[in-house]
């Protein structure tokens, strides 16, 4: 925000230099970046935080002025002269859309004379660095430059059916802009239009067809409010920017509109030789209630950690455009201009007591007492689940927390709830909060394959979000490990058992079958520890994997951190080597088909075999030599005494025991 020296002089009184005040305000969070000799003046480049829109004006950094030096803030006072001739007669104003153009104003200005502005309004631009155009465009950037509230001027005799019509474009609508240039338009769009066409755009530019020019006798004088996320959206996707859409995009005050408009048209009188016609037309869907925050003055002390005394506090309150009653002795009700949206809590006014009484005056903390905090230990399990699966040669993706509808339906393997959906989603097919990872790892895994990546080995850490019984708004946020890859069933059985292991997950855990619409059912299976389900696995189904155009089926899993944290173990067990060697012996027995593997280890383990150490799968038979409903399943056993080497007879008896275990609990016999 460039600011005029001397104009600044015309709304308080001032005795400082131009450095000095370029270091007050500096002081006072109102960084100086530069300041410049214009002729006789000097122009202070002032950078401006997009929470501050009141200070791009010089009545906005004035005010900071004023209570800097103690002096009294002077906003000219409007004495608007007007004709007989009502404005309602003259024009009309429709607003299609309230939330994009919460307010509208026009005035009618007749009878102009266009010209040169005044030599003084004309240096007074210049030294911000606008090039002066004529007396009436000087004027409306005058006003804004003054008060921050954008004005334009259209020549009225132009506006087909004297009616202004703010409404969003039409889908390819053009327009030819003051800039020369053409854009086209779509539905997000705001336009001032006519009956027949569009004449601006709104909040950011002018229309060519209707700007002023040298014959304009009639000025129909617009001042507004405009929703500043569309005027951002409209700026940034036509690639078009003005000093307008700049104050726009931050947001206007609301009871400038008016008064600016008032301040214009009368300086269009003055200047331009102009009459104003009677009233003015006046849309508001405004509705801003005076707003009031409590203050405790103890509060101030805890925060800046110096005291701050009641009076004083609404002092540099009131200095800048603030009112304050006392309530007590120790709290202020503070009344919050309008101007000041970004003021909403307590905080906020304890930041502008510091600012006012001096930043320099906050003592710094000679010392400060640091304490050490350990993660927790969900997060030790999460960093340590990561670091196992890029161990493993995972690649870990960050993914979005949005799916459509029908992905957030289909993949919701935690609970059968419909999903949340958004009111206002930035894309039509991200409309529903996740409810599971593997979707968008599956779509990374569809990109990497049209890379010529055909074997992907992903995994992410990350939240999904389900909903509540009974109609809860908050949705549980559950934090889930997922990955995909191109493997075999068991290689990725293999990588969870192993983070499982690592984590110290191996006591009351079991693998049982499970169905999910997405899943193969004939390659498909979930753990529990104890009663409570950790997580699934299993192959994509075929219909799942054409939805993603994927070559092959992946493998997926996906675990419940929550879970797996509470039944984690991460603390270091010291196991000494052994230094005796270990006997083992293999196995194969015939069982019915439907004994699982998890029965058979579990029915090993519990047989009594003495210095049984570890029980290896090895794989399944079925064939001529096994009869139908029946399968042969190969294991091996590890034997080991932690003092001596043992013997054959000991391996045997063991063994023995195992078998008959075998066959008495399973039914299970020595394969021929």
Known sequence: MKVSYLWLKDYCDFDLTPQQLADGLSQRGLACEGLEAVGEDFCLDLEVT??????????????????????????????????????????????????????????????????????????????????????IVDITNYVMLECGQPEHAFDFEKIEGRTVVVRPAAEGEKLVLIDQSEVELNTSNLVIADHGRPVALAGVM??????????????????????????????????????????????????????????????????AGGKVARGVLDIDFTSEEPRSIVLRIPRIERVLGMPVSLTEAGKHLKSIGFSVRAEGHDRLVVGVPSFRQDVEQEIDLIEEVARCHGYEKVPAASSLRIRAVSDSKFDQVVREARGVLVRLGYHEAVTTSFASVEMAQEFSPW???????????????????????????????????????????????????????????????????????????????????????????????????????????????????????????????????????????????????????????????????????????????????????????????????????????????????????????????SYRAPDRTLTSEEVNASQERVVAALAEALGARLRD
Request: charged letters at 25%; hydrophobic letters at 40%.
């Open 415 to 637: 609970n059968k709830a419909e999903p949340i959906t958004l009111s206002n989603p930035l894309r039509s097919d991200q409309s529903a909060l996740r409810t599971s990872l593997l979707p968008a790892l599956l779509e990374a895994a569809r990109v990497s394959q049209g890379h010529g990546v055909e074997a992907v080995r992903l995994f992410e850490v990350n939240r999904v979000f389900l909903r509540r019984p009974g109609g809860q708004a908050l949705p549980e946020e559950r934090t889930c490990v997922a990955v995909v890859a191109n493997e075999d069933f068991a290689e990725t059985k293999g990588t969870v058992e192993t983070l499982l292991e690592r984590l110290g997950v191996t006591t009351n855990l079991s693998f049982e079958e499970v169905d999910h619409s997405f899943l193969n059912p004939g390659l498909a299976g979930h753990w529990r520890i104890g009663t409570s389900v950790l997580g699934y696995l299993g192959e994509l189904s075929e219909e799942a994997a054409e939805r993603f155009h994927l070559h092959a089926a992946p493998m997926v899993a996906e675990l419940d951190m929550e879970v797996l944290s509470a039944a984690a173990h991460l603390e270091g067990r010291f196991r000494p080597l052994p230094r005796f060697p270990a006997v083992e012996r293999d196995l194969a027995v015939v069982v019915d088909e439907r004994v699982t593997w998890r029965e058979i280890e579990e029915t090993v383990r519990g047989a009594g075999a003495e210095h049984l150490e570890a029980v290896s799968f090895g794989e399944v038979y079925r064939g001529k030599q096994i009869e139908a409903g029946k399968k042969s399943v190969f294991f091996r056993l």
């Open 206 to 271: 002018g229309g060519l067809q209707s700007e002023i020019s040298d014959g304009t006798r009639v000025v129909l004088l617009e001042s507004a409010k405009f929703d500043p996320v569309n005027i951002r959206r409209t700026s940034r996707s036509l690639g078009k920017s003005s000093d307008s859409s700049y104050r726009f995009e931050r947001g206007v005050d609301t009871p400038t509109v008016e008064w600016a408009s008032r301040r214009a048209a009368a300086l269009m009188r003055e200047l």
């Open 50 to 135: 997009a929470n501050r829109p009141d200070l791009l004006s010089h009545i906005g950094v004035a005010r900071e002025i004023a209570a800097m030096v103690g002096s009294r803030l002077r906003i000219p006072e409007v004495n608007l002269r007007e004709e007989d001739q009502p404005v309602e007669r003259l024009a009309r104003v429709e607003v299609h859309d309230p939330q994009l153009c919460p307010r509208y104003t026009a005035r009618v200005v007749y009878d102009v004379e266009v010209g040169p502005s005044p030599v003084e309004m004309q240096r007074r631009l210049q030294t911000v660095g606008l090039r002066p155009i004529n007396n």
